[in-house]
């Protein structure tokens, strides 16, 4: 740290994404990415933005709003594009809290406690309940900012609409947040709500279900006053939150639905049986409605396991401390890819016996 830095940043503890290693041909599933290529359509689509990369891109992103706002039945004045949807939670947490706290589970996307650090917020972390789930009464006076990722990370557990409905109808004088990075592998969303509720925004990715994670492209969805305030950040930060070729492919991939369907059809059927081989071998998993699995050995533990998977070039996800301990968020490739490491597990979990 240089003796410049300002004083309110000079504690701040970066979020710590999962690895990237390139030393060798690791099987990657500790980040959640796709292991899909991005559909046809949208890399033709960057490809030609790409030829036009002189010129900034259309500040107003219209062409991308519509498009997005027409995919998920809402309006464009509903919808603002930005470079991930990190950098929509960015922005809820500079424009609603601080003044207030913010609100979110004690087990859920690590990265809400860095941005409340960086904006100098002070939150509140509600305990899980005892399965990992998240208890709706418990955000009822919340008194802050609530966030809630559903389906929730890293347990993959989702909340009906009728109980993301509970939480937002109970907290009109609080904005909540609704973060739908993984929805699209068996949730039911809540846009349809943000017609009736003027707290509510939610925040969408392409970096999943899309396979765009390397583009950058995610989207807050919400009433206009609500997209009217993160405009205001948006344009006092960089009126070119999203790079022209990402646009363009971000644009192209709505348009190539049934590429879209196809590949979260595949992660839901290779989660399903990659579920039924961990629960075979002894583990004990949550009913996960994401692109991965959050699951405990009965007897092998959690570093261990980890330690192993490395080993046998497997990357994995794990929380350390408390009650993830034992767990491992595996995220879900290809159904050949899973079956690979199950074939691992086995042996892994057997040995230790
Ligand atoms: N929310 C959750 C729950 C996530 O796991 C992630 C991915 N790390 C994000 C948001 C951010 O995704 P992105 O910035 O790639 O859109």
Do not use: W
Not at 34 to 40: A, C, D, I, R, Y
Not at 75 to 86: L, W
Not at 112 to 126: C, D, L, Q, S, W
Not at 346 to 353: G, S, V
């Amino acid at each position: 740290m240089s003796r410049f830095l300002s004083e309110k940043y000079q504690k701040l503890s970066p979020y710590v994404p999962g690895e990237q290693p390139r030393d060798r041909g690791y099987i990657k599933l500790n980040t959640n990415e796709s292991p899909f290529p991005p559909s046809e359509k949208a890399i033709r689509g960057a490809r030609e933005a790409a030829e036009r990369l002189m010129l900034y891109p259309d500040p107003e992103y219209k062409l991308l709003r519509e498009a997005f706002a027409k995919d998920i039945g809402v309006k464009p004045s509903q919808v603002i594009p930005a470079n991930g949807s990190d950098e929509i939670l960015d922005m809820a947490f500079a424009a609603y809290c601080g003044d207030s706290p913010a609100v979110f589970p004690d087990i859920t996307y690590g990265f809400y406690r860095v941005f409340a650090n960086k904006r100098g917020a002070p939150f509140r972390e509600i305990p899980l309940g005892g399965g990992f789930e998240v208890v709706p009464a418990d955000y009822f006076a919340a008194e802050g900012t609530v966030f809630l990722a559903n389906p929730n990370a890293p347990t993959g557990k989702l909340l009906s609409l009728k109980d993301i409905e509970s939480v937002v109808a109970a907290n009109t004088q609080n904005v909540v947040v609704i973060d739908e990075a993984y929805i699209d592998f068996g949730g039911e969303s809540c846009v349809g709500l943000i017609n009736e509720y003027e707290n509510l925004l939610v925040t969408r990715t392409f970096s999943k279900s899309r396979s765009m994670a390397g583009a950058r492209l995610g989207f807050g969805i919400a009433c206009e006053s609500l997209i009217q305030d993160l405009e205001t950040l948006r344009r006092s930060t960089n009126p070119y939150n999203v790079n022209a070729m990402t646009a363009a492919a971000g644009i192209c991939s709505i348009a190539d639905r049934e590429y879209f369907d196809s590949c979260r059809a595949e992660i839901i059927r290779a989660r399903g049986e990659f579920t039924a081989e961990l629960k075979n071998m002894g583990f004990s998993c949550t009913d996960s409605k994401a692109n991965f699995v959050f699951a405990k050995h009965k007897s092998v533990g959690g570093g261990e396991l980890y330690e192993k998977l490395r080993a046998n070039g497997v990357l994995v996800r794990r929380f350390p401390g408390g009650r993830t301990e034992d767990h491992l968020r595996i995220t879900i490739g290809t159904s050949e890819t899973m079956r690979a490491v199950a074939g691992i597990l086995k042996r892994i979990t057997e040995e230790t016996k």
